[in-house]
């Protein structure tokens, strides 16, 4: 009993900690372009996405892998990753979004990365945009996500 109850636990913690989303057509990407968020430049990783494929590293076929490698490790408590595929029958693109909280930082609480990616001929998946975000502590400037500064 007490064995199925842990599997019941860490399965549901690993649910929490992964919201995947599937929906039909295209990915648009509003948020990497609109005024809100950044744009973080990624063609240098691109690059290094490039060559990891042709030496057929298994994390370029995964394009939350993808944006996991291009944002580095969370330096936050909780860490949401939402994965959106353009279709759900052999997607050619998706958008994931990545967001880091509660930050060990006096000013910021949060930050948050939207990237697009789309899928290429061998099975890799490279950027097309990426865009961040950032929300301020309580009294250290905006509540919500934007690129303004927090103070």
């Given at each position: 009993m007490k064995r199925k109850?842990?599997?019941?636990?860490?399965f549901l913690a690993a649910a929490a900690g992964l919201s995947v989303s599937a929906?039909?057509?295209?990915?648009?990407?509003?948020?990497?372009?609109?005024?809100?968020?950044?744009?973080v430049d990624f063609a240098g990783f691109n690059e290094?996405?490039?060559e990891a494929a042709g030496r057929q590293?298994?994390?370029?076929?995964?394009?939350?892998?993808?944006?996991?490698?291009?944002?580095?490790?969370?330096?936050?408590?909780?860490?949401n990753i939402?994965?959106?595929?353009?279709?759900?029958?052999?997607p050619v693109s998706a958008e994931v979004v990545i967001t880091?909280?509660?930050l060990l930082d006096d000013s910021v609480m949060g930050e948050r990365y939207v990237i697009a990616l789309g899928r290429n001929e061998d099975g890799s998946w490279t950027i097309k945009s990426a865009g961040r975000a950032v929300r301020c502590r309580e009294g250290r400037g905006h509540q919500d996500y934007s690129k303004g500064p927090c103070t």
């Open positions: 109850l842990a599997a019941i636990i860490l929906c039909a057509g295209e990915v648009k990407t509003p948020a990497t372009t609109s005024a809100g968020y950044e744009s290094t996405v490039s590293e298994a994390w370029t076929m995964d394009p939350v892998l993808v944006a996991l490698r291009f944002t580095g490790p969370s330096e936050g408590m909780t860490q939402e994965r959106i595929y353009g279709s759900a029958e052999s880091n909280e509660k």
